[in-house]
């Protein structure tokens, strides 16, 4: 059993910043890669960015140069610090982590989502 739980959302005016965490547990091998996603409201569920194991962080174009993934290995947690911050980056913010076992096994698996809302 594994879970992931992200926290750190809530209502910042636009040009702000706001820092999301995500914490993964349980019963695994390893972490492999982590990601964010964010799904706003009538859109689907886009790909944010994601960060590999050794730290190889890759965005989508959108934020670039004001968002930063991160990660500590150590305490199996994923950070999202956003910066200058937009309305149009107002959605439900999702982590994804990759998780490996012992038999080779590769698990998926989401958090409940964090808001996030930008005023302008």
């Known amino acids: 059993q594994v879970q992931v739980v992200e926290s750190g959302g809530g209502l910042v005016q636009a040009g702000g910043s706001l820092r999301l965490s995500c914490v993964a547990s349980?019963?695994?091998?390893?972490?492999?890669?982590m990601a964010w996603y964010r799904q706003a409201p009538g859109k689907q569920r886009e790909l944010v960015g994601t960060?590999?194991?050794?730290?190889?962080?890759n965005y989508q174009d959108s934020v670039k140069g004001r968002f930063t993934i991160s990660r500590d290995n150590a305490k199996n947690t994923v950070y999202l610090l956003m910066s200058t911050l937009k309305p149009e980056d107002t959605a439900v913010y999702y982590c994804?982590?990759?998780?490996?076992?012992?038999?080779?096994?590769?698990?998926?698996?989401w958090g409940q989502g964090t808001q996030v809302t930008v005023s302008s």
């Open positions: 994804n982590v990759e998780f490996g076992f012992r038999s080779g096994a590769i698990l998926y698996s």
């Open positions: 349980g019963r695994f091998g390893s972490i492999n890669a």
């Open positions: 960060v590999t194991s050794g730290g190889i962080t």
